[in-house]
C-alpha cells in the first residue's frame, strides 16, 4: 500500500507521515517512511525555482518511491509526484510532457490525503519559503490540479485539520477496515 500526504509546503506532512507510521507499526503493519526529495535538490527551489529544479523533483520523487516500496508493505510519504508538479505550474504553467507521467504515476497511490494550509506551520526552517502569499498560491493550484486530473484523494477541512491526532486517526479508520 502506498500513503502520500499532498500539499503546500508547511502545512505539516512531514509530521503527520511520522505519526501515521508510528501508529501503523503499533497495529503490527509493515510501514516506511519516505521524506520529501525538495530538500536535496541541488537547485533552486521556492519562489526562485527553475524548470530544471521541478523536473528534478519529480523524477526523483517517483524514483525514490520505487527504491523505497520493495521494503516495507506500506509506504508513507510527506509528498507524491504531484506536489513537484504543483510547484512547477505555479511558476510556469502546464507542461504536456509532464502531464502524462504525473497522472500514470498518481495511479500508484492508494490514499492521497490533501492537507490544506495550517495555522502556525509554516515555520522558518532554512529551506522552505515562509512567504505566506507564495504558500497559498502553490496551494490552490494543489486544489486546481486534483480537479482537473480527477484525483481520488481524502479532503481534510480545515476543522478537522487542526489536530494532528484527529487526522492520523481518521486516515487509520480510512485504510485499516
Not at 500508484?108 to 492537507?115: A, E, M, S
Not at 493550484?141 to 477541512?157: R, Y
Amino acid at each position: 500500500m502506498k500513503i502520500a500526504f499532498v500539499g503546500t509546503h508547511g502545512t505539516g506532512k512531514t509530521t503527520l507521515a511520522h505519526e501515521l507510521v508510528m501508529k501503523l507499526k503499533k497495529k503490527g503493519v509493515d510501514a516506511g517512511f519516505m521524506s520529501e526529495v525538495a530538500r536535496n535538490c541541488p537547485f533552486p527551489i521556492n519562489q526562485e525555482t527553475t524548470r530544471k529544479s521541478q523536473v528534478w523533483i519529480t523524477l526523483n520523487q517517483i524514483i525514490r518511491e520505487l527504491e523505497a516500496e520493495v521494503h516495507c508493505d506500506t509506504l508513507v510519504s510527506d509528498r507524491s509526484v504531484l506536489d513537484g508538479y504543483c510547484y512547477y505550474v505555479r511558476k510556469f504553467g502546464r507542461a504536456q510532457f509532464l502531464e502524462e507521467l504525473i497522472k500514470v504515476h498518481l495511479k500508484t497511490y492508494d490514499y492521497i490525503i490533501r492537507v490544506p494550509v495550517r495555522k502556525g506551520f509554516l515555520i522558518k526552517d532554512k529551506v522552505r519559503s515562509t512567504d505566506e502569499r507564495f504558500q497559498k498560491e502553490v496551494d490552490e493550484v494543489f486544489d486546481k490540479m486534483l480537479k482537473e486530473f480527477k484525483v481520488k484523494h481524502i479532503v481534510l477541512k480545515e476543522k478537522q485539520a487542526k489536530s494532528n491526532k484527529h487526522i492520523v486517526e481518521s486516515v487509520l479508520d480510512t485504510i485499516i477496515k
